[in-house]
């Protein structure tokens, strides 16, 4: 059965530091969605995207953080000067249509030092 | 908030009974999807219930939505060790994102 991938699976990075987050979606699907759920709290919607473009982002998603989809498989979340704050898990989702089901990656957990 | 909350916070049962939990949210919506979360781990997608569906099966699991209360329930029936985890509903009412829970941590005692 097709599935989310993300790598890596951990990444520890020095506070101020850059990260990529990579993801690859299911093959046929046309949205994707970046989540994050720090330990011990709710899963928080970052961003979803469609034809390229970002559709909607949450007041998280400030402009320390970007998406990109750079070639026709993967979609990257990249976090510019990291802070302790971001140490989470970051799930990457994708659906082949809006308002359908997501299906999650089984994520990247980030520890910020 | 359009965030689906789930009740109870936690839940410990007898493997072989029957575990339900509900989940309840504040403006109109789409659908419903409900996830599970092995600790440490990823989401996995249950099962999604649009607005105009009532209730939906798929295998042991059993869920209801209600729109003129805006509440949705999970019943996974004859229970296992493995159902362990917790339990998330996920709203998503008239755009893309999902917003979830905090989750019904399920306890599965042999």
């Known amino acids: 059965e097709p599935e989310v991938t993300q790598t890596p699976s951990h990444q520890v990075t020095q506070m101020g530091q850059e990260v990529i987050l990579r993801c690859v979606p299911i093959?046929?699907?046309?949205?994707f969605y970046w989540y994050r759920q720090i330990l011990g709290q709710k899963v928080e919607f970052l961003v979803s995207?469609?034809?390229?473009?970002?559709?909607?982002k949450s007041e998280i998603f400030d402009d320390q953080f970007s998406v990109e989809r750079p070639d026709g498989s993967n979609f990257t979340l990249k976090i510019r000067s990291t802070k302790l704050e971001d140490s989470a898990m970051y799930f990457c989702?994708?659906?082949?249509?809006?308002?359908?089901?997501?299906?999650f990656g089984p994520g990247t957990r980030l520890l910020v030092l | 908030s359009q965030q689906g909350e789930e009740d109870p916070q936690a839940l410990s049962i007898q493997e072989g009974e029957n575990a339900t939990m509900n989940c309840s949210y504040k403006?109109?919506?789409?659908?419903l999807q409900w996830y599970r979360q092995n600790s440490g781990r990823g989401l996995v997608h249950l099962i999604l219930?649009?607005?105009?569906?009532r209730e939906k099966h798929s295998g042991r699991l059993r869920v209801t939505l209600d729109t003129s209360k805006k509440s949705s329930s999970l019943l996974i029936t004859a229970s296992r060790a493995a159902d362990t985890a917790s339990y998330f509903c996920?709203?998503?009412?008239?755009?893309?994102?999902?917003?979830f829970g905090a989750g019904t941590t399920v306890t599965v005692r042999a």
């Open positions: 989702a994708s659906s082949e249509q809006g308002l359908e089901t997501q299906y």
């Open positions: 093959s046929n699907h046309l949205y």
């Open positions: 995207f469609y034809n390229n473009e970002i559709s909607e």
């Open positions: 403006t109109s919506i789409n659908n």
């Open positions: 219930i649009r607005s105009n569906e």
């Open positions: 996920a709203t998503d009412p008239k755009d893309y994102k999902l917003s």
